[in-house]
């Protein structure tokens, strides 16, 4: 890395492409869309949704209008859907620039409706809350729906889906009453005839972990997000797919410390003896959890080293008095991501989950997209 920076992140676009082609392969006939929003999970939407578009992916989700809009130009005649809905007023720029809102509410439907006015039907998705109870439909409200189409008028639904509360445990009764559910509503909707020119309706319920629920759960299109960018999608089991990230942070300083000293604000770790701390350019701003003070770890050379004392804002402290002497140096890059320990388990020490570490990755590192076909 550069020497004007202390922290670089490489970021495997050739690793993301190859575990959407695997995901794809697990789902086909079903196909296999993108989950893009908070940029792409922190790692570059820009950089990577082109990608995943060359590689066959039609169907791109995103959260906000914001980030709708932003890759709209990148990625020209696929469907970006919006999962967040339709915010008021911001119906005209969704309708221009020809994005896919997903209706959580009536509200939001008779808000595109009368967008349409005049227009024809518009295409949107229609999203029902099966028991996540988090966004969506209502069950109320998929029953006035069943019992009268016509509340679609003018409404070109190109995209029905739900959401799954506990799809990374496979044996979680809640998966199958869920997917009862999602079956009752696409059974029995009787949706206007498509104006749009692929004519289908798809239905779609998995994200990322319900993909290996089986062929029950991959209906028409699946939106994976997780898996992409290499978390396991499925708790206990291997992980089948390709690690994306590599962060990596330099050694700034090392320094001999002895018999009851201690390390960093709060003295919250104190020395047993002799020992070697070093220093690295890197800290809660970038990322790094604050959690993973006294807990987590990172990797000198292949060798594990504990992180000793808090993780504050720039900078983490290591244990290194266990390596030969001579084997770690100022300048060196050790892993906080890497090879030897995976985005799944930096966030098993830090207490959280791997969404949360990428979305958390900080904008100071040096960036680099590698693999690129
Ligand atoms: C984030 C999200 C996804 C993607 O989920 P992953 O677990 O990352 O695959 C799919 N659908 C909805 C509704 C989401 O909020």
Redesign the pocket.
């Known amino acids: 890395m550069p020497d004007s920076y202390s922290a670089a992140l490489t970021i495997d676009i050739g690793a993301i492409v190859a575990n959407y082609r695997l995901l794809a392969g697990r789902l086909s006939p079903a196909a296999c869309g993108a ?1 893009v ?1 908070a940029d792409c999970y922190g790692l570059g939407a820009a950089m990577i949704a082109p990608h995943l578009r060359r590689a066959g992916c039609n169907h791109f ?1 995103v959260a906000t209008v914001d980030e709708g809009l932003g890759l709209r130009p990148l990625l020209p005649g696929a469907r970006i859907y919006l ?1 967040n809905g339709l915010p008021p007023g911001s119906e005209r720029d969704v309708a221009g620039n020809e994005l896919i809102p997903i209706l959580n509410s009536m509200a939001e439907i008779e808000r595109w409706q009368s967008t349409s006015r005049g227009m024809g039907a518009r295409p949107a998705g229609l999203q029902f809350d099966t028991g996540l109870n988090r966004l969506g439909l209502s069950h109320d409200e998929a029953v006035r729906l069943i019992a009268d189409p016509h509340l679609l008028d003018g409404i070109d639904p190109v995209l029905i889906m739900s ?1 799954l509360a506990c799809a990374d445990d496979p044996e979680h009764p809640q998966n199958r009453a869920q997917l009862r559910r999602f079956r009752e509503i696409t059974g029995s909707l009787r949706l206007p005839p498509r104006v749009g020119s692929i004519g289908r309706t798809l239905r779609s319920l998995a ?3 319900s993909i290996f629920l089986g062929a029950d759960y991959h209906f028409d299109l699946a ?5 992409l960018y290499g978390i396991n999608p499925v708790l206990g089991a291997e992980n089948p797919l390709r690690q994306v990230v590599r962060l990596q942070a330099k050694i700034l300083q090392l320094r001999e410390v002895d018999l009851n000293m201690t390390v960093g604000y709060g003295a919250s770790h104190q020395f047993r003896g002799p020992s070697v701390l070093a220093t690295i350019g890197a800290g809660y701003a970038d990322g790094i959890f604050r959690s993973l003070g006294n807990r987590g770890a990172v990797f000198v050379a292949g060798q594990r080293a504990p992180i000793v004392g808090r993780v504050s804002m720039d900078l983490i402290t290591i244990d290194v008095g266990h390596l030969p002497r001579g084997s770690v140096s100022p300048g060196m890059s050790v892993d906080l991501i890497g090879p030897e320990q995976n985005v799944d388990a930096v966030a098993r020490d830090a207490g959280t989950i791997g ?1 949360e570490i990428l979305t958390n990755l900080g904008t100071r590192f040096q960036r680099r997209y590698v693999g690129a076909q």
């Not at 939106?223 to 898996?227: K, Y």
């Open positions: 989950a929003k989700f999962m959401h994200a990322s972990s939106r994976p997000g997780a898996a969404y």
